[in-house]
């Protein structure tokens, strides 16, 4: 299993950018997908995850509103629309990827990772 994390790079306040992260191994179609991200010196932290089962989505509150996750299962591909984009965005995005079909909030709860695409945002 594979994904494979895209998309990333510097963008000004304000802007959109959107991430993808294509799987190849493993069917999106019956596995929940969450995005993390890692700021530079800090741990990693839940940014958004949506269940395979009903689509449910789930975000964390520095993001709700801006971001919305999505999947094309017919691409096996996952994403994240990022609008109003600020400095504090600025981080390694990861997507992952769970048999469970709950929105999952916990690293623990996701058994493979893409290797992480890297966002800069300037103030």
């Known amino acids: 299993v594979q994904l494979q994390a895209s998309g990333g790079g510097l963008v000004q306040t304000g802007d959109s950018l959107r991430l993808s992260c294509a799987a190849s191994?493993?069917?999106?179609?019956?596995?929940?997908l969450g995005w993390f991200r890692q700021a530079p010196g800090m741990e990693r932290t839940f940014v958004a995850a949506?269940?395979?089962?009903?689509?449910?989505?789930y975000y964390a509150d520095s993001v709700r509103g801006r971001f919305t996750i999505s999947k094309d299962d017919t691409k096996n591909t996952g994403y994240l629309q990022m609008n109003n984009v600020k400095p504090e965005d600025t981080a390694v995005y990861y997507c992952a990827t769970s048999r469970s079909p709950s929105v999952l909030n916990e690293m623990a709860r996701y058994d493979y990772w893409g290797q992480g695409t890297e966002v800069t945002v300037s103030s």
């Open positions: 191994g493993r069917a999106l179609s019956v596995n929940s």
């Open positions: 949506v269940s395979w089962s009903d689509g449910t989505a």
